[in-house]
Every structure is written in structure tokens, then in C-alpha cells.
């Protein structure tokens, strides 16, 4: 990228689901919260320049991308604790 200094950083994503129909015993279809991230940034650059360091990050995850696109999500979750999601007009 720019070449600034980062000489560590963590990226923390936490998701929250309810269970949903007849794994919930609510017949209703589950629930999500919104996802937490939060980042920490180890650097020596100034607290502008490293908000924009974030901003470029922010506007290149995947995961953010996906939660400003308009789609309704279905989630299958196995034995396993394996997680699919696909959009729901993607079967």
C-alpha cells in the first residue's frame, strides 16, 4: 500500500445468530444481530492517517461489502458447527 508504519494489528468480527424454527423451538425463522468488528492498530503515524488506513480497509472486506448489499441471507449450520451462507434467491 502506502508503505506507513503498522507494526501490529488485530481484527476482531463477532457474529450473533439465534436459533431459529424447529432448532429454536420458536417456529419463527432465526435472528442476527448486526457484526462487531474492531480493530487495533499498532503504528506510529498520526490518528488522521490511521482512520484512513481503516476507511481503505472498510472499503475493501468482503464482509462489510455483503452487509451494505440489500439481501435477505440464509444460514445452514451443520453438527459440525460448519456455517453456509449463500443469498436467499441463490439457493
Do not use: N
Not at 2 to 27: M, N, P
Not at 44 to 56: G, H, I
Not at 69 to 77: A, E, H, I, N, S
Request: net charge negative.
Amino acid at each position: 500500500m502506502l508503505k506507513l508504519d503498522l507494526s501490529d494489528y488485530r481484527i476482531v468480527q463477532d457474529t450473533h445468530f439465534s436459533l431459529g424454527g424447529a432448532s429454536g423451538g420458536t417456529g419463527k425463522a432465526g435472528e442476527a444481530d448486526p457484526i462487531e468488528t474492531h480493530v487495533h492498530l499498532e503504528t506510529s503515524v498520526s490518528d488522521e492517517t490511521a482512520q484512513e488506513m481503516l476507511d481503505v480497509c472498510e472499503q475493501t472486506c468482503f464482509r462489510h461489502a455483503f452487509c451494505w448489499t440489500d439481501l435477505k441471507t440464509r444460514l445452514k449450520m451443520s453438527e459440525y458447527e460448519q456455517i453456509v451462507a449463500w443469498p436467499a434467491s441463490g439457493g
